[in-house]
């Protein structure tokens, strides 16, 4: 090392071998045999001011390059393991104001109460908002059943994103628009997305884009989740028991003709 510094014309200061780490690097001997105790040096200075990374998961290493005689840095990045998470999960997410209540169980109780079928309370949270309690429109429609605001307001609902409230007012809208309409779920639905007075413009399902396909999607989710209920249900009835084998019993009578009959 003393010799790589007397061909470089420098002298290591009195306090030793420590105080070659303040020498730089571009001072120091170019020729390969001088590179090698440069790159020992490097690392030992490294390590004595505290710069070796602590993270394990990224190691950075120095070699002399055989062919060139050139220092060649390297950086070595160790995979980081990270916790699984269900897809669609969000982190740290409840339930506002409904601990302990799912989803489900807040659509059957809207649904009972307002006599609406809980798989059309379904279909249409599903195509509305994907079951997400948080969610905004571009037009400001918020919650599980995408309330505009002023509807909200009107239907007495003081938290949007309240799963509970957002239901119930999104249910008794819908059985009020139901009715509105002679049970037409078609024109209902229509209504629910693009307002009741773009319905009575028409007399019809508006020629809206979006209005045509969201009654179109909610009206295939809900025929296909009630095929699959009923299906659900008729593969859930007990089969009827097998009747016992009947006995058969033949005989003459007195004129000698032949009878079978079933015991």
Same mark, same amino acid.
């Given at each position: 090392m003393a010799a790589c510094f007397r061909q470089g014309r420098l002298t290591p200061g009195s306090a030793g071998p420590a105080s070659w780490c303040a020498i730089p690097a571009a001072r120091f001997d170019i020729r390969p045999n001088c590179r090698i105790a440069w790159l020992a040096l490097a690392a030992a200075c490294s390590a004595a001011a505290g710069? &070796?990374?602590? %993270?394990?998961?990224?190691?950075?290493?120095?070699?002399?390059?055989?062919? $060139?005689?050139?220092? *060649?840095? !390297?950086?070595?990045?160790?995979?980081?393991?990270?916790?699984?998470?269900?897809?669609?999960?969000?982190?740290?997410?409840?339930?506002?104001?409904?601990?302990?209540?799912?989803?489900?169980?807040? &659509?059957?109780? %809207?649904?009972?109460?307002?006599?609406?079928?809980?798989?059309?309370?379904? $279909?249409?949270?599903? *195509?509305? !908002?994907?079951?997400?309690p948080k969610a905004v429109s571009p037009k400001g429609a918020q919650g599980l059943m995408q309330l505009m605001p002023s509807t909200a307001k009107g239907l007495g609902v003081q938290n949007s994103f309240d799963p509970r409230q957002n239901i119930e007012a999104g249910v008794r809208h819908l059985r009020q628009l139901t009715e509105q309409y002679g049970g037409d779920l078609r024109l209902a639905l229509a209504a629910y997305n693009a307002g009741a007075g773009a319905v009575s413009r028409y007399n019809t399902i508006p020629p809206y884009p979006e209005t045509l396909n969201y009654v179109y999607q909610v009206g295939k989710r809900y025929g296909d989740a009630r095929r699959a209920a009923l299906k659900s249900k008729a593969a859930s009835k007990p089969a009827a028991a097998a009747e016992p084998p009947k006995k058969i019993v033949q005989y003459e009578d007195s004129e000698g003709r032949l009878h079978i009959r079933a015991q």
């Amino acid at each position: 090392m003393a010799a790589c510094f007397r061909q470089g014309r420098l002298t290591p200061g009195s306090a030793g071998p420590a105080s070659w780490c303040a020498i730089p690097a571009a001072r120091f001997d170019i020729r390969p045999n001088c590179r090698i105790a440069w790159l020992a040096l490097a690392a030992a200075c490294s390590a004595a001011a505290g710069d &070796v990374p602590s %993270a394990p998961h990224k190691i950075s290493t120095v070699r002399v390059d055989p062919a $060139s005689g050139r220092l *060649v840095r !390297s950086v070595v990045v160790q995979p980081r393991v990270i916790a699984p998470r269900l897809a669609g999960q969000s982190a740290g997410f409840r339930e506002p104001d409904s601990p302990g209540t799912s989803i489900s169980e807040l &659509v059957d109780a %809207a649904a009972k109460q307002y006599d609406v079928d809980p798989l059309l309370v379904h $279909s249409v949270i599903e *195509v509305e !908002s994907g079951y997400n309690p948080k969610a905004v429109s571009p037009k400001g429609a918020q919650g599980l059943m995408q309330l505009m605001p002023s509807t909200a307001k009107g239907l007495g609902v003081q938290n949007s994103f309240d799963p509970r409230q957002n239901i119930e007012a999104g249910v008794r809208h819908l059985r009020q628009l139901t009715e509105q309409y002679g049970g037409d779920l078609r024109l209902a639905l229509a209504a629910y997305n693009a307002g009741a007075g773009a319905v009575s413009r028409y007399n019809t399902i508006p020629p809206y884009p979006e209005t045509l396909n969201y009654v179109y999607q909610v009206g295939k989710r809900y025929g296909d989740a009630r095929r699959a209920a009923l299906k659900s249900k008729a593969a859930s009835k007990p089969a009827a028991a097998a009747e016992p084998p009947k006995k058969i019993v033949q005989y003459e009578d007195s004129e000698g003709r032949l009878h079978i009959r079933a015991q």
